[in-house]
């Protein structure tokens, strides 16, 4: 429905959002430019370049029609463009990291996601040399299609109640994959509802009646040729859900099905195939990596994620303009929104936030890939190579647990703070926010439900506690400020987190170390039930995760590479936004920082009313310019209400009146007529 003329001349009342944005870079000496090449590399930078200019172009890619058609035409979309991607792909001889950040710059899941990530990681993490050469080189040229299927419909985090069973037969030498209930039904599978033909089915390893836990075995489901169901195999979609929607999650479900003993993917264990002898691995710990790589990635993903909604909602607060200041003196107009300090302390901390997870998301990275060289000979390795790896592993899957659960509450809860910030508006699909959050909330409960997580992050602390009571302490962080905290508790605390920015990280290391001591006598002198201490677990893995944050960031902005690469009025903004996490993260915290006598009551009172918000201030004329350095580009974004150049109105008001189909419809309104439209009488009645 195209306007009269007369509406297209219409312009917005008031200074125009464009004019409002460049007066808020203007006022910034934060550089744009080399702060998002630190943040994201320059070769990063001009591979989002190339690409943009390759989908912006590809009709495929379209997006108008994304926040109005329904789940049926978007799943079908969403493979159109996964498969355009995997053409592209092969035509320009993408890498990795091209295939990967062409997906984040698409910005919606497609039914490949699953493949491209989960199933192709564990083929290379989990095979033998002669699997790598029968399965994963088939699945990275898609000849194909997997997933990896792990929950079902009774049981999610806990990986040893799953149901479903692998039985060894000894007699043909193969497996017996079986579903002996309803809830063993594997659920929630993404790519397996209508898209994969083979799947990575964890399941229980029974050897002549003895259940040796939870192993992979790949299993085809559907037939290369007509992608119908195999025999004894129930496979579908598991319908709707909150968003996530062009993702086809699944349902399977096996009867007595067989696959050969060269399907159990066997890196790490495997089965004598002559003796049917079990044979472990050498560290069972070893198995988890594929879980370890997906929390790491969500950790890394997570500042990106907020940093989306983030850069919409301070854009958009820069252009809104609402409401007079009580106290301006004359005729001074309407104030912009992020003036309000109700505002800024609800997006300015997440800004801060955004750039802290961030550099912990590359602090992890950078451990799980020092794992991973690490790990490569273990076939080769002694044991001794072999028990170091684990013990980093260890260390990395508690963090991995913790910092998951952290970041991805953080985003996703920051995502909602976005949206109400933002007004009536943010409640629009054209705001950019909503989709994006509905997408996102699957983080919060997948790879592990958050607080479920927190409990291997607690038994590990309460491990490495006891260790260092022993005298056994490994050389790692952890026993490091547990240690250090034994050899002050008498002596007390005294940190000036009010001046000193490593008093902070001290601060926040020694409440958790307390923490970690108080559960520690709770479980082991007091001999409480866990059940029982779930919510201090949950509590103490929060503090952990926090000070691994806070210490990540703290690291990152004291960096010679970070201050060699930007000049002194970037550094000193960043020095501020990292007080500004830390400090505002102790406020909300109070409680358990008084408590472990990290801080004194005063030091939490000026940190409310004096640190925080001068930092608010600080911050506030630099906040477009730090959004800006992510580089989002609108395409990406697609919002009309964080536009780079703050044109809201006008494209809020074109998508709403143009890019609507709801306005092609003419309603037949009377109730006594049996059409519900006028325009279409053959489709129109219910």
């Known amino acids: 429905m195209s306007p009269p003329d007369w509406v297209k001349a219409l312009k917005p009342a008031g200074q125009p959002g464009s004019e409002l944005l460049t007066q808020e870079r203007s006022q910034s000496n934060v550089d744009v430019d080399k702060l998002a090449e630190l943040l994201h590399t320059r070769e ?142 594997k659920w929630w599978i993404g790519s397996l509802g209508r898209t994969a033909n083979h799947a990575v089915v964890m399941a229980q390893l029974y050897i002549n009646g003895k259940n040796y836990g939870p192993h992979p075995f790949l299993v085809q489901i559907r037939d290369m040729e007509t992608h119908q169901p195999l025999e004894n195999v129930y496979v579908g ?31 790490f264990s ?46 958009y607060c820069s252009v809104r303009k609402q409401f007079q200041d009580r106290d301006a003196t004359g005729s001074v107009g309407e ?46 390795a002694g044991p001794d190579e072999l028990r170091a790896g684990a013990e980093l592993l260890a260390d990395l899957h508690a963090t991995s647990c913790g910092l998951k659960a952290l970041a991805s509450t953080t985003a996703g809860e920051g995502l909602e703070v976005c949206r109400r910030a933002m007004g009536g508006h943010g409640y629009s699909q054209y705001s950019g926010v909503g989709h994006w959050y509905a997408d996102y ?69 020694w ?37 691994l944050v806070v210490k990540n960031f703290y690291d990152a902005v004291n960096s010679p590479q970070l201050s060699a690469a930007l000049g002194p009025e970037t550094t000193t903004t960043l020095h501020k936004l990292f007080r500004l996490y830390a400090l505002h993260t102790l406020e909300r915290e109070a409680a358990e920082f008084f408590s472990s006598s990290a801080v004194t009551t005063r030091q939490i009172s000026l940190a409310q009313t004096t640190a925080v918000s001068k930092l608010l201030d600080d911050i506030r004329p630099h906040a477009v310019s730090l959004v800006d350095s992510w580089k989002f580009d609108d395409w990406q974004l697609d919002s009309s209400l964080g536009r780079y150049d703050g044109d809201v109105y006008p494209d809020l ?16 309104p009377y109730p006594w007529n049996a059409n519900v439209l006028k325009n279409s009488p053959k489709s129109s009645k219910l």
């Open 44 to 185: 990063a930078l001009e591979r989002q370049d190339r690409l943009l200019a390759l989908m912006k172009n590809d009709k495929i890619f379209d997006k108008s029609q994304n926040h109005t058609l329904g789940r049926t035409e978007r799943i079908q979309r969403a493979l159109a463009k996964g498969k355009r991607l995997q053409q592209l792909s092969v035509q320009h001889n993408w890498s990795y990291d091209d295939f990967y950040a062409a997906n984040e710059i698409l910005g919606e899941p497609t039914p490949y996601g699953l493949h491209a990530s989960m199933f192709l990681v564990t083929l290379r993490e989990q095979t033998t040399p002669e699997q790598k050469k029968a399965f994963l080189e088939r699945a990275e040229k898609y000849e194909i299609i997997g997933c990896y299927a792990q929950t079902e419909l009774g049981h999610g985090s806990n990986v040893r109640g799953l149901e479903t069973r692998a039985v060894w037969n000894q007699d043909d030498k193969t497996f017996t994959i079986h579903s002996p209930s309803l809830t063993a039904s």
């Open 237 to 267: 979609d598991i319908g709707p859900k909150f968003g996530y929607n062009t993702m086809d999650n699944g349902f399977l479900l096996f009867n007595n099905v067989k696959i050969p003993h060269f399907n159990m993917l066997a890196r």
């Open 270 to 315: 495997r089965i004598d195939k002559d003796t049917g002898k079990y044979m472990r691995p050498a560290l069972p710990a070893l198995v988890y990596g594929t879980m370890v790589w997906v929390r790491s990635n969500i950790v890394l993903q997570a500042g990106s994620v907020l940093a989306r909604g983030v850069t919409i909602a301070v854009r």
């Open 335 to 380: 104030n912009q929104v992020l003036n309000y300090k109700m505002v800024q302390i609800r997006l300015l901390p997440l800004l801060a936030t955004m750039y802290a997870l961030h550099f912990t998301g590359r602090g992890m990275m950078g451990l799980y890939e020092e794992n991973q060289k690490r790990m490569a000979g273990a076939a080769q």
């Open 441 to 509: 909330l699957p983080n919060l409960t997948w790879e592990g439900d958050n607080y479920m997580l927190t409990q291997q992050v607690a038994r590990y602390l309460l491990k490495s506690a006891r260790s260092v009571l022993a005298g056994q302490a490994a050389n790692n962080d952890t026993c490091r400020i547990l240690k250090n905290y034994l050899s002050r508790r008498n002596k007390g605390a005294s940190f000036d987190v009010l001046e000193q920015d490593k008093d902070i990280v001290d601060a926040f290391a």
């Open 511 to 547: 409440r958790a170390s307390h923490l970690t001591f108080e559960a520690l006598k709770h479980r082991d002198v007091e001999k409480r039930s866990w059940n029982s201490l779930l919510v201090e677990f949950w509590r103490l893995s929060t503090a952990h995760s926090q000070y």
């Open 653 to 668: 008001f074109r998508r709403a009146s143009q890019e609507n189909p709801v306005n092609d419809l003419v309603f037949d």
